[in-house]
Structures are given as structure tokens and as C-alpha cells.
């Protein structure tokens, strides 16, 4: 099995920064494709971003493009969201995810899911 734990979420200004981490134990971290997927209150689960095993490929949703930022450290089975440029409307539960399908944006192509941790950007 994985596990997956996220931490890193909070509180921040429009416009502040924030990092996510999602360390992950378990099984072999380097051959799964971790994606980050947000839910805010009332609405449904979106995808954010996705990397592949490798690092190299990197996906975004188009809400995000240009002020996150994912990446991936197999040697520490942690992967990574730098948020930059905070809105609002990043007001979420974020969630890491680890799945077999490459360059996968939707939630039911992931196999292991963390916790969630909570981002509130305020005005």
C-alpha cells in the first residue's frame, strides 16, 4: 500500500506564497505519476497539477498555469506545490494523489490519496 501525507497549507494573503509537501511511503514512489487536486466548499474536486514518475512532465490546470509550480524529490518520496500569487479563489482542501496513468487529470486515474490539508487565501 501507499500513504500519503500532505502538509504545508494555511493562511495567506492575496498575493503570498505558499508551499505544499506530500511526503509518501509505501511502495515504489519513482513509478507513479502524483498529482494535486483541490476541493473548495460546495464545489466538486478539481485537478491542479500532475508530474510524471521521472519529473521531467509536469501538467497544470489552466486556473493555475504560471503561478504553480510542481516538482518531485524521489530521493526524500516527497513531491511538492509552490503556489504563487495566491487568489481567493485558491481557497481549497488540497489533496496529493498517487496514480499509474501518465498525465492524469482526472481523480478516478489515482490510486492512493492523502488527507488533505486546508489553504485559505484572505483578502
Known amino acids: 500500500q501507499v500513504q500519503l501525507v500532505e502538509s504545508g497549507g494555511g493562511l495567506v494573503q492575496t498575493g503570498g506564497s505558499l508551499r505544499l509537501s506530500c511526503a509518501v511511503s509505501g511502495r515504489a514512489f519513482s513509478y507513479y505519476t502524483m498529482g494535486w487536486f483541490r476541493q473548495a466548499p460546495g464545489k466538486e474536486r478539481e485537478f491542479v497539477a500532475a508530474?510524471?514518475?521521472?519529473?521531467?512532465?509536469?501538467w497544470y490546470a489552466d486556473s493555475v498555469k504560471g503561478r504553480f509550480t510542481i516538482s518531485r524529490d524521489n530521493a526524500k518520496n516527497t513531491v511538492y506545490l509552490q503556489m504563487s500569487s495566491l487568489k481567493r479563489e485558491d481557497t481549497a482542501v488540497y489533496s496529493c494523489a498517487a496514480g499509474a496513468s501518465i498525465g492524469a487529470i482526472h481523480p478516478r486515474l489515482y490510486d492512493y490519496w492523502g488527507q488533505g490539508t486546508q489553504v485559505t487565501v484572505s483578502s
Open positions: 508530474i510524471s514518475w521521472s519529473g521531467p512532465n509536469t
